[in-house]
């Protein structure tokens, strides 16, 4: 099943429970408003970016402005996850951040929710939007860990020769 995360601004109530009252069997959803209000601000953050991360796609409800919601795409996209973006009244099309950071408009939210089940639906172990799998984009912790390494080596290495050419000059 299609894991959906629920981008939007928090007045937005009635998109998310749209969505949960009528795809609930044929997606999961991630909703950032379930969260405790108990949390930090901190706290509040780093589950919604936890949700994300463990999410297929990002769907942008976007009729009304919400930095929140921006952070969100920005961070989904900076993951490879796609972000689909619902602009009912129009308004974002021509911004260029959004559009930068978006695979997809929808003008419904039924549109955009059939779409995601029929993603659901052709899912395999390639990415939703056909090429790499994240693994296949981004290093692994190792491979991160060795480019450091061979990063040091370098650098302590041309430190060396710095230091050789100096004491060759300080004492010619």
């Known amino acids: 099943m299609l894991k959906v995360y629920l981008a939007g601004a928090v007045k937005e109530k009635g998109y998310r429970a749209l ?4 795809y609930e069997k044929s997606l999961s959803f991630f909703d950032p408003m379930e969260n405790d209000v108990n949390m930090s601000d901190e706290e509040i953050v780093e589950v919604d970016k936890e949700m994300i991360r463990h999410s297929d796609v990002l ?3 976007v009729n009304i402005y919400s930095a929140g919601t ?3 795409i920005i961070y989904a996209y900076m993951h490879g996850i796609p972000v689909f973006v619902i602009d009912i009244l129009k ?3 021509n911004d260029k951040w959004i559009k930068y950071h978006t695979e997809r408009y929808f ?14 639906e052709k899912r395999s172990d390639k990415s ?5 799998t994240k693994e296949e984009m981004y290093p692994s912790i190792k491979e991160i860990e060795k480019m450091c390494k061979e990063i040091r080596t ?3 290495d041309n430190r060396t020769e710095d230091a050789i050419r100096e004491r060759r000059f300080i004492h010619d």
């Open 19 to 22: 969505c949960k009252m009528s």
């Open 154 to 156: 370098l650098y302590d």
């Open 70 to 72: 921006m952070m969100e």
């Open 107 to 120: 003008d419904s939210i039924e549109s955009c929710m059939g779409y995601c089940i029929k993603l659901g």
């Open 59 to 61: 769907v942008a409800y």
């Open 91 to 93: 308004t974002f099309r």
């Open 128 to 132: 939703i939007s056909g090429t790499k």
